[in-house]
T-cell receptor, first 109, second 116 residues
Framework: RKEVEQDPGPFNVPEGATVAFNCTYSNSASQSFFWYRQDCRKEPKLLMSVYSSGNEDGRFTAQLNRASQYISLLIRDSKLSDSATYLCAVNTGFQKLVFGTGTRLLVSP | GAVVSQHPSRVICKSGTSVKIECRSLDFQATTMFWYRQFPKQSLMLMATSNEGSKATYEQGVEKDKFLINHASLTLSTLTVTSAHPEDSSFYIC????????????FGSGTQLSVL
């Protein structure tokens, strides 16, 4: 089983739609969790950290479920510019991040 | 904000040659840097952890004699792909952590290596 798993998609949604991604992780000792956005052949950019209490940044909401070992990302009112690959990342200790394969999002007009 | 600079952004080389990629932290000292590799439509895979002043720690399955890492200063780590082959063609990206907690991870812009 992979340490971090994501549905690769693609998720095709119209502008204005709400879309949610999930990511599961296998190491119960994982310490911190993140969502990154990656555009084609570019470096990942941190979208948000994920906390047990859940956190929101504008149209983006992230949640962590430690009991079920998954994290989620919700994007409301999708914009064309949201089209990208969304990577979840898990800090397994010693500052090492393990990434999922990424979920590709395509927002169409 | 913190910036990590990576060069070159793209390199094309002949099979059998060696390629050096540089990763610099521009406005902070990075005792630890990480090197990742990403094949098309796949995840970033951690190759090794580069520690300033000591040997790099390689992930399982990564050949340390093929991927030479040098972290000679607090702001520079280099990855040398020795005797490159077409299967080494990939997107290589470095990252550095800032702060003791390691929560902030900053990425370089990546290097697209194409081996002919």
């Amino acid at each position: 089983r992979k340490e971090v798993e994501q549905d690769p998609g693609p998720f095709n949604v119209p502008e204005g739609a709400t879309v949610a991604f999930n990511c599961t992780y296998s190491n119960s000792a994982s310490q911190s969790f993140f969502w990154y956005r990656q555009d084609c052949r570019k470096e990942p950019k941190l979208l948000m950290s994920v906390y047990s209490s859940g956190n929101e940044d504008g149209r983006f909401t992230a949640q962590l479920n430690r009991a079920s070992q998954y994290i989620s990302l919700l994007i409301r009112d999708s914009k064309l510019s949201d089209s990208a690959t969304y990577l979840c990342a898990v800090n397994t200790g010693f500052q090492k991040l393990v990434f999922g394969t990424g979920t590709r999002l395509l927002v169409s007009p | 904000g913190a910036v990590v600079s990576q060069h070159p952004s793209r390199v094309i080389c002949k099979s059998g040659t060696s390629v050096k990629i540089e990763c610099r932290s521009l406005d902070f000292q990075a005792t630890t840097m990480f090197w990742y590799r990403q094949f098309p439509k796949q995840s970033l895979m951690l190759m090794a952890t580069s520690n300033e002043g000591s040997k790099a720690t390689y992930e399982q399955g990564v050949e340390k004699d093929k991927f030479l890492i040098n972290h000679a200063s607090l702001t520079l780590s280099t990855l040398t792909v020795t005797s490159a082959h077409p299967e080494d063609s990939s997107f290589y990206i470095c990252s550095a952590t800032k702060g003791a907690g390691g929560e902030k991870l900053f990425f370089g812009s990546g290097t697209q290596l194409s081996v002919l």
